[in-house]
């Protein structure tokens, strides 16, 4: 097998990442089943991805299933703080061509976007919308041979919405979040567990009894206060929308501004993808103790420029917790600094909600191989019978049975003239 060029923090732990990416396929069956299909047939082939998302044992099943189906992979991670070494080490000892280290500063995570560029791709993966940036603004001759992107998050296909209507965007693009099996999984049950787990690993405390702040009550703020309460906290949600606001409070929660919420809370956790969520005025309130974190895709809705400055001590006390004392003695715990928590602190959302999201990942790039040199540079989204084959074959691979209409209940959905 030749060796892609790579850049990763330790070849030597090749061998622990391919176990866990073992572990990873055998929770993944929907992939894994794309995966067998298309191995046969190679859409991908003549290909060539980059890919700009992080670098766990999930993304790793995807990377080979994209070059299972025939397709050459060039890979960085979406975050400075996510990237799971050894699984780097892994794809490395594969062949696959990856640049990325956990702990890199902003300058070395854009050497790497610009080194998977190297090999001209004719598609682009993102999460972030990091990658298809740089195309646009550094590469921008790269523009006119690719055929299409896709986009995994929400933060990234909000700059895209954004770029295409500016009309600065060059090629379409497939949101991918927007997929029901992505969005009303990944990011609400997805981020509700992988946050907590992130903030258990960081902390060890215990969540019964303690104020738990969410700001922000979209998809991935609700997973968190879902899970919180499960785990006994008493949730506070603070919010702009209010719409949004009502139904965190018809759901149970006590909603108030961050102004508030920050003299009470024990912990807090952002997940708006706005910045300046927590800034310099709620430090100045926070209870001896207080723990901040984020499960935003950008590390700006912490203001931690603001906390640098009030802090007379900052010390790290555990892998991912920093502790800053104030001038009267007051103690604030940042987490991950103040990056995403749940990638950064843990290993990201759990491999059977990675599995739908994936899937459509590659969805995506087969549509756009198919038919992206036809589509104008516009933002898409996968079609939604592709939801409905995902989770099917999702329940299958779980083992359970779903219902069927009738031939008279079809009759009946279709028959507007039946009343009272
Ligand atoms: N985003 C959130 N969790 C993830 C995971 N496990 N792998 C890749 N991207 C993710």
Redo the contacts with the bound molecule.
Sequence with gaps: MTRGAYKVADERLAEQGRLKIEWAESRMPVLMKLREKYAKTQPLKGQRIAGC??V????AVLVRTLKAAGAEVSWSGCNPL?TQDDIAAALAAEGISIYAWHGMNKEEFYWCIDRTLDFKPTLTLD?GADLIFTVHSKYKELCSTIIGGTE??TTGVHRLRAMAEDGALKYPVIAINDAITKWDF?NVF??GQ?SIDGILRATSVMLAGKTFVVAGFGHCGRGCAMRARGMGARVVVTEILPTSALKATLEGYEVMTMDEAAKIGDIFITATGMKDIIVDRHFRSMKDGAIVCNTGHYDCEINLEQLGKLAKRVREVRPNNEEHTMADGRRIYVLAKGR?V??AAA?????EV?DM??ANQFQGMLRLAREGKTMKPNVYTLDPELDQEIAGIKLETSGIKIDHLTAEQEKYARDYSAGT
């Design positions: 998302l992080h766990t044992k999930e993304t996510s999460d995994e998050t990944d997805g981020t992988s995403l749940n990638l290993e990201g959302h759990p491999s990675m999201s994936f």
